[in-house]
């Protein structure tokens, strides 16, 4: 059974910093592409980050360029989303997808990120 | 990118059909074949309903179906069911690993 577990999202203030992570099982990591979507309180879902298989290409929404950063670890069938300079509007429950067919084949129950002073 | 259009809301009684529309462009819905759309019930994380336009996961039921004509996409629910009630996201491939989201249907079951 394929599960995804994100962790890491808490309170953080306007411009600080926090490290999501997503542990997969269930299926072979290393063999997909793997994505970062989030959705802000009452609002709809928005892709922020894909990577690719070996992390050798990535792809970042254009509201999160130069802050976040996408990686994963394969050996440890782990992504993670390092995330700087955090804005109000970045506030939102982040989840952690995996690719089949060009899609969001499987979602993890999500983690809250807030940022507020 | 823009977010692609769905109507806020739809609605049905149980047993009849419901239709949502997702309009996109060239550049997303109408350039590829890799329209999928995403069930989701408040509280929880969305779920995969159809690939590739029209196919269905294991374990949906074939009372989802989805479909494409230019650049709209759309999603038809069949004899709807109270769990039907939902969040319902198309979402369409645009090129450079990049995808777009439509804005989200409410769709009711009276």
């Known amino acids: 059974e394929v599960q995804l577990v994100e962790s890491g999202g808490s309170l953080v203030q306007p411009g600080g910093s926090l490290r999501l992570s997503c542990a997969a099982s269930?299926?072979?990591?290393?063999?997909?592409?793997m994505r970062w979507v989030r959705q802000a309180p009452g609002k709809g879902l928005e892709l922020v980050a894909n990577?690719?298989?070996?992390?050798?290409?990535?792809y970042y929404v254009d509201s999160v360029k130069g802050r976040f950063t996408i990686s994963r670890d394969n050996a440890k069938n782990s992504l993670f989303l390092q995330m700087n300079s955090l804005r109000a509007e970045d506030t939102a429950v982040y989840y952690c997808?995996?690719?089949?067919?060009?899609?969001?084949?499987?979602w993890g129950q999500g983690t809250l990120v807030t940022v507020s002073s | 990118q823009s977010a692609l259009t769905q109507p806020p809301s739809a609605s049905g009684s149980p047993g009849q059909s419901v239709t949502i529309s997702c309009t996109g462009t060239?550049?997303?819905?109408?350039?590829?074949?890799?329209v999928s759309w995403y069930q989701q019930h408040p509280g929880k994380a969305p779920k995969l309903m159809i690939y590739?336009?029209?196919k269905r996961p294991s374990g949906v039921p074939d009372r989802f179906s989805g479909s494409k004509s230019g650049n709209t996409a759309s999603l038809t629910v069949s004899g709807l069911q109270a769990d039907d009630e939902a969040d319902y996201y198309c979402?369409?491939?645009?090129?450079?690993?990049?995808?777009?989201f439509g804005t989200g249907t409410k769709v009711t079951v009276l």
């Open positions: 997808a995996r690719d089949s067919n060009w899609d969001f084949a499987y």
């Open positions: 269930g299926f072979t990591f290393s063999s997909y592409w």
């Open positions: 990577i690719k298989q070996d992390g050798s290409e990535k």
């Open positions: 060239s550049s997303d819905v109408g350039g590829y074949n890799y």
């Open positions: 590739e336009v029209s």
């Open positions: 979402s369409s491939y645009a090129g450079s690993h990049n995808f777009v």
